[in-house]
């Protein structure tokens, strides 16, 4: 036994080494930077009384500390990579095969690629599973408060509102404290929302996350390649465990996010990790559970050598964007798609956002995609992005 926990501490701190060296490499997706440029508004606003935020706030101050420490796109980074730690520590921690279940969340794509980005998923993903392990620990307290933090990272987690329901139901008595104690911090944080000048994060949040505007079928088929891609591996876990509660839970979760309207964005399937690897480890057959850690390991492989649009900006569509942002001239300068990347790569740069039905003036300068609009004369261009700087062509 002293050996196999060896064994998985090893290969436990061989994968957060691969994640933190996946930190590097690629720009800030325009959410990464945009999430940054409102940390960055924590140095003069602490409260965001002034800054209309999509996003309610305690990711922001989680990633605070790390941007004081060193502005950078590993310093935004860094609280997913340790929240990623917490995370896979608890999902060992509330299994019964704690080795099994570490090594199918680890290798889970998903986790692999959204652990070393900048987005808020990962985050909430912590305070889900450390609500999880609370509850399971009969501390309900703790539980409650988790559950709030995780809403208060990112509002998906009030997805998982009928699961939690479902087990207070079964402990009436943890009921109290587990509800009093997430209300009376939702009801916090309400007052802080109230009370700013800002337009409320819901509601520009609500608006934010748009629509599919597709029929039903077509979404579900939007949904099919982000749900094959980042569990696809170990979503047949859940067929020997049909009764267990989380099976319930990872059967629901693409179709409320198609009947919700939500994007088909890899990263909203980020909380099946923990509850595929749950269900995974109970499997009692050890060549079906290789099976599944190998399909893990054989997609992250593919996927690192092929990144497919939305895992974290990996796929090299915002390569160039700090060359972009260093050669922007002393004068205004018009986009249609890059103001949030900009607005932190630039961030003293005047930037204009043009609607898609306009053109910029003639002469104006331009940053955006090389061949939107045509350019008189082409300053700088990435051919891997097809970002470019260029002057509008004349109409004179």
């Known amino acids: ?71 950078s796109p590993l310093a935004a980074r860094l609280p997913n990579a340790l929240a990623t730690v917490a995370t896979a520590l608890i999902v060992a921690r509330a299994s019964r095969r704690p080795t099994w279940a570490l090594a199918l969340f680890a290798t889970t794509p998903l986790v692999i690629f959204f652990a070393a980005g900048g987005f808020t998923d990962p ?8 609500g999880w392990l609370a509850w399971q620990r009969h501390a309900p307290v703790a539980a ?13 987690a009030l997805l998982t ?14 009921a109290r404290p587990a509800l009093l104690t997430a209300g009376g911090l939702l009801l916090t944080a309400w007052a802080w929302d109230v009370s700013r000048a800002a337009p409320s994060w819901w509601w520009l949040g609500r608006n934010a996350y748009g629509s599919l505007g597709r029929p039903t079928f077509a979404a579900a088929v939007a949904w099919l390649t982000p749900a094959l891609l980042g569990v696809g591996a170990t979503w047949w876990a859940v067929l020997p465990r049909r009764r267990h509660p989380l099976t319930w839970l990872v059967l629901a979760w693409i179709p409320m996010h198609i009947m919700l309207g939500f994007q088909p964005w890899d990263r909203y399937l980020l909380p099946l990790a923990p509850l595929l690897a749950w269900l995974g480890a109970d499997i009692n057959t050890r060549r079906t559970r290789l099976l599944m850690l190998g399909g893990n390991i054989a997609l992250a492989l593919v996927l690192l050598a092929h990144p497919t649009p939305g895992l974290a900006g990996r796929d090299g569509r915002w390569q160039g964007i700090e060359t972009l942002a260093a050669r ?17 790569y630039a961030p003293n ?8 039905h306009a053109s910029p003036p003639p002469n104006a300068w331009w940053a955006g995609r090389v061949e939107d609009p045509e350019c008189a004369a082409l300053v700088w261009f990435h051919p891997q992005s097809h970002l470019a ?8």
């Open 328 to 344: 922007l001239p002393n004068a205004p300068v018009y986009h249609r798609t890059l103001g949030r990347p900009l607005a932190y």
């Open 123 to 130: 985050l909430m993903l912590a305070f889900l599973a450390i």
């Open 349 to 356: 740069a005047t930037l204009i956002w043009l609607p898609d």
């Open 161 to 174: 509102l009928p699961f939690w329901l479902w087990l207070v139901k079964q402990r009436p008595a943890d």
């Open 1 to 71: 036994m002293r050996h196999r926990g060896r064994a998985a501490a090893f290969g436990w701190l061989l994968g957060a080494v691969v994640w933190l060296l996946l930190l590097h490499p690629a720009p800030l997706h325009e959410d990464e930077a945009i999430y940054a440029v409102w940390t960055r508004a924590l140095f003069t606003d602490p409260l965001l009384t002034q800054t209309p935020v999509d996003k309610p706030p305690l990711f922001f101050y989680a990633q605070l500390p790390f941007l004081l420490w060193q502005d």
């Open 144 to 156: 409650g408060a988790a559950w709030a933090a995780a809403l208060l990272t990112k509002p998906t």
């Open 389 to 396: 700087l260029c002057r509008t062509r004349s109409t004179q």
